[in-house]
């Protein structure tokens, strides 16, 4: 079946500096989409790439989904300390959602 | 407007017995899919409930079943339950059954130990 990756799987920075997060599928996906999740909280979505080289912006946040569909990274320009938490990348196939193992960004003030 | 909500917000259980956890999915979505996230992982998709059918399952065991209301609410069932079922489960509402095209929605979750 689909597997989904991430790495790295944890992520330490000093306030300031950049991050960045890598996913790859399998398989060819229909979209590939991100979550962010708090600790002790639940994930909130974040974004959803569809088009081949897709590239979107949210502030700080930069996504990005590959050629292949196969592949997507998450860069955080100058972390906060808000943007501690742990981000999923999420693979569609029909009905479901496979989601990687996600990387926890830990940010040093 | 609200949100997914789940209830209970915690539940202990020994093994072998059942629970049922419950779900009401954010105002105007018909769609409900249950999820369960281990310690450290990510959410693990079990199925997908719309239009009161099982519309797709995931590699979870025939202990996992559940239930959708027609007001769109949903039960998770989980029978014999072993130490390994400990996790939080996590529903999500969408407005249609499309992982592709409808965004889903999380609720606070359920964390369920097994002891």
């Known amino acids: 079946g689909q597997q989904v990756m991430q790495i790295p799987q944890y992520q330490h920075v000093q306030e300031g500096e950049d991050f960045t997060t890598y996913c790859n599928s399998s398989?060819?996906?229909?979209?590939i989409q991100w979550y962010k999740q708090r600790p002790g909280g639940h994930p909130v979505f974040l974004i959803q790439l569809v088009k081949s080289g897709e590239v979107k912006k949210q502030k700080r946040l930069t996504f990005q989904f590959g050629e292949a569909k196969k592949n997507s990274s998450l860069h955080i320009t100058a972390t906060q300390t808000t943007d501690v938490g742990t981000y999923f990348c999420?693979?569609?196939?029909?009905?479901?959602?496979?989601f990687g193992g996600g990387t926890r960004l830990m940010v040093k003030p | 407007d609200a949100g997914v909500t789940q209830s209970p917000t915690h539940l202990i259980k020994t093994r072998g017995q059942q629970v049922t956890l419950r779900c009401s999915p954010k105002s105007g979505h018909d769609t409900v899919s249950w999820y369960q996230q281990a310690l450290g992982q990510g959410p693990q998709f079990i199925f997908q409930?719309?239009?009161?059918?099982?519309?797709q399952r995931g590699n979870f065991p025939d202990r996992f079943s559940g239930h959708q209301f027609p007001n769109y609410s949903s039960e998770l069932n989980v029978n014999a339950l072993l130490l390994g079922d400990s996790a939080l489960y996590l529903c999500?509402?969408?407005?249609?059954?499309?992982?592709?095209?409808?965004?889903?929605?999380f609720g606070p979750g359920t964390r369920l130990t097994v002891l």
């Open positions: 409930y719309y239009e009161e059918e099982e519309r």
């Open positions: 999420a693979g569609s196939a029909g009905n479901m959602l496979t």
């Open positions: 398989t060819t996906l229909s979209n």
């Open positions: 999500a509402s969408s407005l249609g059954p499309s992982a592709s095209t409808d965004t889903q929605y």
